[in-house]
């Protein structure tokens, strides 16, 4: 069964870009993570020390969240443009099919079961009994049908989803659906087929992850048949997770309150959430938060600001911090490879500006200098890194400046322009300036555009950047990238898309076919370490470095990555996605 990159509590290294990366599934999820070579920094995180553990949970309370980004299209699964705060908020009211535990392995939440059948053709689901929508109706197998027909053939997930087998819909034979078939009350069965086709049914041994994430998540059938005729309902979703929306103000406040019929209890039997109440809010600069965290302003946010984890690192007595630095996001420049039109769809111009670039520079001045420089989207401890994928990220502008030659008399040009988005933040805009320096030294002249960062993802998808700040690609499976790099997700322009760079590689098209159905754990091993290369070979992105995420908190915030799985087993920090963590069993420390 595929796995998610889980997350280790030990301090980090990297250097943060301000970019969110999207967490429509998973592994990109996500998560939103980084492995191998870290520093010796000890970080605390008071959630786990012996003396919380002796801690008894005080229910009651309530805390104050924060968050960089605005979700757009809140909250319909179908339509949520989510990043890693999104799938924060959405959890709290939501519940997902699955989850990843600490073993990396998927397990049901909803789902008592999820299981194949020998060839990794078919998915068998059978759902938890007893279960409740906040609406008071029963979460059973036709509540997860609706969900998964509806967010599954929305336009923003199906392209994640060509290798589930399609048939006509029984309404209407026009129209395609989803395989999906009940089996009884509480049960059903999804089919795999390749590109859809049902006739040809398809091994998919990674199949369960993509029930941990958006498409994962169940709303209730009676809300999104309201929904359907009301579309202002949107903002006033009901689940069945374990805090209930009792307000929503874009780009302000996201209010929940306490799930008095929650299904989950803890391990000593008492009915989560503990908390009463959560404000979320939304700040989009992480040293502004910072500030709101010091002077008492809020409890509890995540950063992948490097900066930001530095200065608190200092203050770990007061704002005990978890870092997550296992299987991480890669900080990098996406380029939009579809515009052949623009110099940066030519691999000369890419592989000369990331000549260019002086990687350590850029951590050593926006990163707080916590960082480890990347070579590629494959962080380590992921299936397919490399430490030499024939990528040499050191600044080499010798090299540089003889690919921009090249390019400039086979094109006859005199003067190169390039096109770099990012979102406002100080960091963005201390790395931009940095940039535009690195390659007007090889004489290329940089236009620098500032995008809010509710609209960056929603452009993305459309092809509307031509190169830009982003993170992204956590994970442990090269099969959890393949909706992002598959060219049958998307390479066109104004067509939404996934394949945000509009990769369009037989190679990396082979390679990602492989690793998602081959039953041989070491050909898909080589298959993504042929991925790798390929992209370094082209130069499809400009890595800089490796993403670390932290929580800072106050210091009675407790019960942070201490939520349990409905097995009893513990639950994948981060939720499963670098950037979060789980709420069903945080509570304030009253006692002192």
Same mark, same amino acid.
């Given at each position: 069964?595929?796995?998610?990159?889980?997350?280790?509590?030990?301090?980090?290294?990297?250097?943060?870009?301000?970019?969110?990366?999207?967490?429509?599934?998973?592994?990109?999820?996500? =998560?939103?993570?980084?492995?191998?070579?870290?520093?010796?920094?000890?970080?605390?995180?008071?959630?786990?020390?012996?003396?919380?553990?002796?801690?008894?949970?005080?229910?009651?309370?309530?805390?104050?969240?924060?968050?960089?980004?605005?979700?757009?299209?809140?909250?319909?699964?179908?339509?949520?443009?989510?990043?890693?705060?999104?799938?924060?908020?959405?959890?709290?009211?939501?519940?997902?099919?699955?989850?990843?535990?600490?073993?990396?392995?998927?397990?049901?939440?909803?789902?008592?079961?999820?299981?194949?059948?020998?060839?990794?053709?078919?998915?068998?689901?059978?759902?938890?009994?007893?279960?409740?929508?906040?609406?008071?109706?029963?979460?059973?197998?036709?509540?997860?049908?609706?969900?998964?027909?509806?967010?599954?053939?929305?336009?923003?997930?199906?392209?994640?989803?060509?290798?589930?087998?399609?048939?006509?819909?029984?309404?209407?034979?026009?129209?395609?659906?989803?395989?999906?078939?009940?089996?009884?009350?509480?049960?059903?069965?999804?089919?795999?087929?390749?590109?859809?086709?049902?006739?040809?049914?398809?091994?998919?041994?990674?199949?369960?992850?993509?029930?941990?994430?958006?498409?994962?998540?169940?709303?209730?059938?009676?809300?999104?048949?309201?929904?359907?005729?009301?579309?202002?309902?949107?903002?006033?979703?009901?689940? =069945?997770?374990?805090?209930?929306?009792?307000?929503?103000?874009?780009?302000?406040?996201?209010?929940?309150?306490?799930?008095?019929?929650?299904?989950?209890?803890?391990?000593?039997?008492?009915?989560?959430?503990?908390?009463?109440?959560?404000?979320?809010?939304?700040?989009?600069?992480?040293?502004?938060?910072?500030?709101?965290?010091?002077?008492?302003?809020?409890?509890?946010?995540?950063?992948?600001?490097?900066?930001?984890?530095?200065?608190?690192?200092?203050?770990?007595?007061?704002?005990?911090?978890?870092?997550?630095?296992?299987?991480?996001?890669?900080?990098?420049?996406?380029?939009?490879?579809?515009?052949?039109?623009?110099?940066?769809?030519?691999?000369?111009?890419?592989?000369?500006?990331?000549?260019?670039?002086?990687?350590?520079?850029?951590?050593?001045?926006?990163?707080?200098?916590?960082?480890?420089?990347?070579?590629?989207?494959?962080?380590?401890?992921?299936?397919?890194?490399?430490?030499?994928?024939?990528?040499?990220?050191?600044?080499?502008?010798?090299?540089?400046?003889?690919?921009?030659?090249?390019?400039?008399?086979?094109?006859?040009?005199?003067?190169?322009?390039?096109?770099?988005?990012?979102?406002?933040?100080?960091?963005?805009?201390?790395?931009?300036?940095?940039?535009?320096?690195?390659?007007?030294?090889?004489?290329?002249?940089?236009?620098?555009?500032?995008?809010?960062?509710?609209?960056?993802?929603?452009?993305?998808?459309?092809?509307?950047?031509?190169?830009?700040?982003?993170?992204?690609?956590?994970?442990?499976?090269?099969?959890?990238?393949?909706?992002?790099?598959?060219?049958?997700?998307?390479?066109?322009?104004?067509?939404?898309?996934?394949?945000?760079?509009?990769?369009?590689?037989?190679?990396?098209?082979?390679?990602?076919?492989?690793?998602?159905?081959?039953?041989?754990?070491?050909?898909?091993?080589?298959?993504?370490?042929?991925?790798?290369?390929?992209?370094?070979?082209?130069?499809?992105?400009?890595?800089?470095?490796?993403?670390?995420?932290?929580?800072?908190?106050?210091?009675?915030?407790?019960?942070?990555?201490?939520?349990?799985?409905?097995?009893? =087993?513990?639950?994948?920090?981060?939720?499963?996605?670098?950037?979060?963590?789980?709420?069903?069993?945080?509570?304030?420390?009253?006692?002192?």
């Amino acid at each position: 069964m595929n796995v998610m990159g889980r997350s280790k509590r030990r301090s980090g290294v990297l250097f943060g870009t301000v970019i969110v990366s999207m967490a429509l599934i998973t592994a990109a999820c996500g =998560s939103s993570s980084g492995g191998g070579a870290v520093s010796d920094t000890t970080v605390a995180a008071s959630d786990t020390t012996v003396a919380e553990a002796v801690l008894t949970p005080i229910p009651g309370g309530e805390i104050i969240v924060s968050g960089e980004a605005e979700v757009s299209n809140p909250w319909i699964p179908a339509t949520m443009q989510c990043d890693s705060y999104c799938s924060q908020r959405a959890r709290t009211f939501f519940d997902t099919i699955g989850s990843f535990g600490k073993d990396n392995v998927v397990h049901g939440m909803l789902a008592e079961s999820i299981t194949p059948n020998a060839e990794f053709t078919e998915w068998t689901i059978t759902v938890r009994p007893g279960i409740l929508f906040s609406d008071g109706t029963p979460v059973n197998a036709d509540a997860l049908i609706q969900n998964l027909q509806t967010t599954g053939t929305g336009f923003l997930v199906a392209k994640a989803l060509v290798d589930v087998a399609k048939e006509p819909s029984a309404k209407d034979p026009k129209v395609m659906q989803l395989k999906i078939h009940k089996v009884d009350e509480m049960s059903l069965t999804i089919f795999m087929g390749k590109g859809g086709d049902q006739t040809q049914p398809l091994p998919w041994p990674g199949f369960a992850s993509y029930l941990t994430g958006q498409w994962g998540i169940v709303a209730s059938p009676a809300w999104l048949d309201a929904l359907a005729k009301d579309p202002t309902l949107a903002t006033k979703p009901i689940g =069945s997770g374990p805090f209930i929306v009792q307000s929503y103000a874009p780009r302000d406040a996201l209010v929940v309150t306490r799930n008095p019929n929650y299904w989950m209890k803890d391990a000593a039997g008492v009915q989560l959430p503990y908390l009463d109440k959560i404000t979320f809010k939304v700040i989009e600069d992480s040293e502004t938060t910072r500030a709101a965290l010091e002077s008492g302003e809020i409890d509890i946010f995540s950063t992948s600001s490097s900066q930001v984890i530095a200065k608190l690192r200092e203050k770990k007595d007061l704002f005990p911090m978890v870092e997550q630095t296992d299987f991480s996001e890669t900080n990098y420049i996406m380029i939009d490879l579809a515009k052949k039109d623009q110099p940066s769809g030519d691999r000369r111009v890419r592989c000369a500006l990331s000549k260019a670039s002086n990687r350590q520079e850029l951590i050593d001045l926006t990163g707080g200098g916590i960082g480890i420089i990347a070579n590629g989207v494959f962080s380590p401890g992921q299936e397919g890194y490399l430490e030499d994928n024939g990528f040499d990220p050191a600044q080499d502008i010798a090299g540089a400046q003889a690919l921009i030659d090249e390019y400039k008399a086979d094109k006859g040009v005199t003067s190169i322009e390039v096109m770099y988005g990012h979102t406002p933040d100080r960091i963005g805009d201390q790395t931009a300036e940095l940039l535009k320096g690195y390659w007007a030294a090889i004489g290329v002249d940089t236009k620098v555009e500032v995008i809010p960062q509710d609209q960056y993802i929603t452009n993305a998808l459309f092809g509307k950047h031509t190169m830009y700040g982003w993170r992204q690609h956590a994970g442990l499976f090269v099969d959890s990238q393949n909706f992002w790099w598959n060219s049958a997700s998307g390479v066109k322009d104004g067509d939404l898309s996934l394949n945000f760079a509009r990769i369009n590689d037989p190679i990396v098209d082979e390679n990602l076919s492989i690793a998602r159905s081959d039953a041989d754990p070491a050909k898909r091993k080589a298959a993504a370490e042929a991925i790798n290369r390929q992209m370094a070979k082209e130069c499809y992105q400009i890595p800089t470095s490796y993403t670390i995420w932290a929580t800072p908190h106050k210091a009675n915030v407790m019960g942070i990555y201490n939520t349990k799985l409905p097995d009893g =087993s513990p639950i994948n920090e981060g939720a499963g996605f670098s950037g979060q963590f789980w709420m069903n069993e945080i509570w304030i420390n009253t006692a002192g």
